[in-house]
């Protein structure tokens, strides 16, 4: 018989009995629970990062892979030249010879946590032979450098595809332009909630975490050790420490922040012979240069190469040329500090107090996230990017700003007590909604004009609106009662919208629908046809908003001043789409709003005639808490959702944890697992099931215990 004649499945059973047990040289246990979610315990906090990662891999291999490609700027490799641009402007940043002088330098404790990464990941791929890697065939520990915070999007996307590619001799793709574009009209970046035992049943700090990101972005998962580590949340596929989660003693939660720490610099360029020179004060400096080498693969399987020579001023690798006519270049400045990053990430999984995690935020390596906090002493804060870099208030930095000018030049970081942070408000609550501090305690927290502008980019947003207006009147608060509170289905946002619409004649076409939005409660549910009417007017509304809104306007402000005439105008278009959609205009939200997952595939495929189920909460653009980010694809009628919550849990910090949890879909990626879609239906209204933290939890949920 030979291999051709053998099934798929056979062939692999056959090399699986002709292959030797790789054993593993950890100490490390896997046991999945009911729902399939990994609890790992090791001796030592490698064993358990290499069980995490391990544990990962069996999950979703394809996605760790899909990250690390991303970030260390080979997705090109596997995807085709369209991904060249992406992988130029990730390279401007990531050297691999860098990080290799990085992870050399670092300290012993975290090498041994990156080698233990890198063995996972290959003990992975040596025993599962069917899950064949695009490109990474072998994972070395320097690589885990590349990918240090977690966050859905690094500072270094901030680099525009299409005028990167201009600059350095070519043109994005519209595919790869297409790829770059997420739907900038569906928030992206979370809400977190922190409540002090003033304000709680049992006088237990509580905290909600609820990310916004892409669905599917993060494994649940437990990671214990004999050396003090114990934490339970979400992890970036590809990372090996808890992103978002809670230990014994505390918990946190990122939001992405409205604080500007990137900068574009306007390099003034000159040109002698061959070399090129940009302009400090009154001397010239020669730009560096760095050759660029990156591989693509081609349609017929065979990789080409391209090599670029890059530019880089002492404020950050040339990302553009000025608009016009100008000759002039655009550096951009951000943070990247990778083994600090990486350091921080990892540590505050194991802070057992408020001063260690404090301390811990003094890597200064976080630069876009906010965090809440709240710990069973029951303290709780909201803590601002301890990345903040001081600048001169004469300069406006939100354009590019003259980098000759030594005075426009960062001035260092702000310290503790230099950013505005609050920790134990007299409110007894905290919360962050991807907007200013100023009132993240109640109106009045902080007086704006007493901080730099830089702290705050984005302006307020109908989600902060909903917080105050819940928190503020909130008492008694239990993990059933925070979980509602975080799907409250008030929208803020459309109290101002209706109220601005005009009454029309009762022969007019729309006096039907502005009746129905006039006498709506402005709160999502599954039967509400006043939801959906609303939901594409504001789509509507927004988009017409969005032609003219200046690059750091604030799209909800706009559609607060828009006129009576523009709001009209924005309705019956709406009307218009809905009837050509369904047939008619009143349609109740659960056939609009859905869930789908059929595939495991990365960029899902959506299809009317596919099994999907209906999901009760809206987009987190009209003011609500809970995010469901859809749109409409080439032949789908209704709306498919690729964003917003994600992995959800709340938690009590008494003398035991306490949580409730929910991820999108479920534990698993491969769409043959019993996890794959598990939690599709408490995902889908809004509810939580037991998150299983102590031994004891564990018990009776138990579905199989292994040593990889």
Not at 570 to 596: C, H, I, K, M, T
């Amino acid at each position: 018989m030979t291999f051709g004649a053998l099934s798929r499945s056979a062939l692999l059973a056959l090399l699986a009995v002709a292959r030797p047990a790789l054993a593993s040289s950890h100490d490390v246990t896997i046991t999945r629970d009911d729902w399939g979610i990994a609890h790992v315990e090791g001796r030592t906090d490698a064993d358990a990062v290499f069980g995490a990662i391990y544990a990962q891999a069996e999950d979703d291999f394809p996605r760790i892979e899909a990250n690390l490609l991303t970030a260390l700027g080979r997705r090109a490799e596997a995807e085709g030249e369209d991904f060249l641009w992406q992988d130029l402007r990730q390279r401007l940043w990531i050297d691999p010879d860098a990080l290799k002088r990085d992870y050399a330098s670092s300290p012993a404790w975290l090498r041994k946590l990156m080698d233990a990464w890198a063995a996972g990941l290959n003990h992975y791929i040596a025993t599962h032979p069917e899950d064949r890697p695009k490109v990474l065939t072998r994972f070395e520990p320097w690589m885990a450098l590349s990918f240090t915070e977690g966050s859905i999007g690094g500072d270094i996307e901030k680099a525009a595809l299409k005028p990167l590619a201009a600059f350095y001799g070519g043109e994005a793709s519209p595919l790869a332009l297409a790829r770059e574009m997420v739907r900038d009209d569906e928030p992206r970046g979370s809400n977190g909630i922190a409540i002090a035992p003033k304000r709680t049943a049992n006088g237990n700090a509580l905290l909600l975490i609820n990310p916004h990101t892409s669905l599917f972005f993060r494994s649940e998962l437990e990671m214990k050790s004999g050396e003090g580590l114990h934490a339970y949340g979400a992890s970036t596929w590809g990372q090996f420490f808890i992103y978002q989660g809670f230990n014994e003693k505390l918990g946190w939660m990122h939001t992405t922040s409205g604080a500007d720490n990137v900068d574009e610099f306007v390099e003034q360029v000159s040109r002698k012979g061959d070399a090129w020179f940009y302009r400090r004060g009154n001397a010239l400096k020669p730009f560096v240069k760095r050759p660029v080498t990156l591989r693509f693969r081609k349609g017929n399987g065979s990789f080409g190469e391209r090599t670029f020579t890059t530019y880089a001023s002492e404020h950050g690798p040339i990302v553009r040329a000025e608009s016009g006519d100008s000759p002039d270049w655009i550096a951009l400045s951000l943070m990247h500090r990778p083994v600090a990053a990486l350091s921080q990430s990892w540590l505050r999984t194991k802070a057992r107090d408020q001063a260690e995690f404090l301390k811990i935020g003094e890597f200064r390596a976080n630069s876009s996230n906010n965090t809440l906090y709240a710990d069973g002493k029951g303290n709780i804060a909201l803590l601002m990017p301890q990345f903040a870099p001081r600048r001169d208030a004469r300069f406006d930095y939100r354009a590019p700003v003259d980098g000759s000018d030594f005075r426009a030049d960062w001035k260092g970081l702000y310290g503790p007590q230099e950013r505005p942070d609050v920790v134990n408000p007299q409110s007894g609550w905290v919360y962050n909604s991807n907007d200013a501090p100023w009132r993240a305690a109640g109106e009045g927290t902080f007086d704006p004009a007493r901080w730099p502008a830089t702290f705050d980019q984005v302006g307020a947003n109908p989600r902060g609106d909903h917080a105050l207006e819940l928190l503020g009147k909130a008492q008694g608060l239990d993990l059933e009662s925070l979980r509602a509170l975080a799907y409250d289905p008030h929208m803020p946002l459309f109290d101002d919208l209706i109220a601005g619409l005009p009454q029309v004649a009762a022969t007019d076409p729309l006096s039907r629908p502005v009746a129905l939005l006039k006498g709506w409660d402005r709160r999502w549910s599954a039967g509400s046809q006043a939801m959906s009417l609303a939901h594409y007017w504001g789509d509507e509304l927004e988009a017409e908003v969005r032609r003219t809104l200046p690059r750091t306007g604030n799209v909800f402000a706009a559609m607060r001043a828009t006129t009576e005439q523009l709001r009209t105008a924005a309705l019956a278009r709406a009307v218009a789409r809905l009837q050509a959609d369904f047939g008619g205009w009143q349609v109740p939200w659960s056939e609009v709003n859905r869930y789908q997952r059929t595939t495991s595939d990365i960029i899902q495929p959506f299809a009317d005639n596919k099994p999907s189920l209906p999901v009760v909460f809206s987009s987190a653009r009209w003011g609500s808490l809970a995010s469901f980010g859809t749109k409409q694809y080439a032949g789908s009628r209704r709306w498919y959702g690729t964003s917003g919550n994600s992995f959800v849990a709340v938690v009590e910090f008494g003398p035991r944890v306490r949580a409730m949890a929910v991820s999108s879909g479920g534990a698993s990626g491969r769409e043959g697992s019993a996890h794959f879609n598990d939690q599709a239906e408490l995902y889908a209204s809004g509810q939580m099931r037991a998150v299983y933290f102590y031994p004891e939890d564990l018990k009776g949920h138990i579905e199989k215990t292994y040593r990889p």
